[in-house]
C-alpha cells in the first residue's frame, strides 16, 4: 500500500511570507498526484494534480507544485500568501484497483497541514 | 446536480444505534467514494462504487459498517452499532469515471458524534 507523508502539521505565516508544504509518498512506479484545499467552513477541493509532463504544475490562486522523482515529492509552494490562504492542505496519491489500472480505487492522504495566515 | 450533497449535515447519536448517512453524487459520475476523517486525522478511504463493478470494499473498518449505491446514484453509508470512536466526518466523492488522473469532488460532510 501506498502511503503520503506531510511533515509540517501546522505552519503560521505572516502575509507576504513564501510558502513550501512538504509531501513525500512512497510509491515508485507511474505517479499521479493531488493537492487538495479545505477552506475554513468549505468542501474539500482540488488545489493542483500531476499526472505526466511538465512536472512543474500550476494551480488555482498562485499555487504551484514541483513533482520530483528522484526525491518521492510533491512539494506545493506558493512565493507570497494571503490571509485567505489559511486553511487545511492535503496531499494526496491514488491507488489502483483490480485488474484495470487506469481505475482508481481510492486516494491515500495525508494526514494535513493547517496553515494559519496572520495579518 | 451542481455538486455532491450528503444529508444529513450533522448527526447525533447514542452509543449502540444504527446510523445511515446518505450521498447525492454529480450527476453523471460513475465513481463514489466514501472516506472518514476523524479528528486531527487525514482522510481514510472507506468503500468505493464504479458502475457495476463490484464495489471495493477494503477500508471498511468493521462489520459493522456497510454501504450500498443504487445504479449510478444515491449511495447509503449505514454503521450498525455505533461505537463513540465511530464519531468523525464522513465525506462523499465523486468522479466521472473512477480515472486514477481523475478530480473527486468532494461534498460538505456528515458530522456524526456517537454519545
Do not use: M
Amino acid at each position: 500500500a501506498q502511503s503520503v507523508s506531510q511533515h509540517n502539521h501546522h505552519v503560521i505565516l505572516s502575509e507576504a511570507a513564501s510558502l513550501e508544504l512538504g509531501c513525500n509518498y512512497s510509491y515508485g512506479g507511474t505517479v499521479n498526484l493531488f493537492w487538495y484545499v479545505q477552506y475554513p467552513g468549505q468542501h474539500l477541493q482540488l488545489l493542483l494534480k500531476y499526472f505526466s509532463g511538465d512536472p512543474l504544475v500550476k494551480g488555482i490562486k498562485g499555487f504551484e507544485a514541483e513533482f520530483i522523482k528522484s526525491k518521492f515529492s510533491f512539494n506545493l509552494r506558493k512565493p507570497s500568501v494571503q490571509w485567505s490562504d489559511t486553511a487545511e492542505y492535503f496531499c494526496a496519491v491514488p491507488e489502483f484497483g483490480g485488474q484495470n489500472t487506469g481505475t482508481a480505487s481510492k486516494l491515500t492522504f495525508g494526514t494535513g497541514t493547517r496553515l494559519q495566515v496572520t495579518l | 446536480g451542481a455538486g455532491v450533497s450528503q444529508s444529513p449535515s450533522n448527526k447525533v447519536t447514542e452509543k449502540g444505534k444504527d446510523v445511515e448517512l446518505r450521498c447525492d453524487p454529480i450527476s453523471g459520475h460513475t465513481a463514489l467514494y466514501w472516506y472518514r476523517q476523524r479528528l486531527g486525522q487525514g482522510l481514510e478511504f472507506l468503500i468505493y462504487f464504479q458502475g457495476n463493478s463490484a464495489p471495493d470494499k477494503s477500508g471498511l473498518p468493521s462489520d459493522r459498517f456497510s454501504a450500498e449505491r443504487t445504479g449510478e446514484s444515491v449511495s447509503t453509508l449505514t454503521i450498525q452499532r455505533t461505537q463513540q470512536e465511530d464519531s468523525a466526518v464522513y465525506l462523499c466523492a465523486s468522479s466521472f469515471s473512477g480515472g486514477r488522473w481523475e478530480t473527486q469532488y468532494f461534498g460538505p460532510g456528515t458530522r456524526l458524534l456517537v454519545l
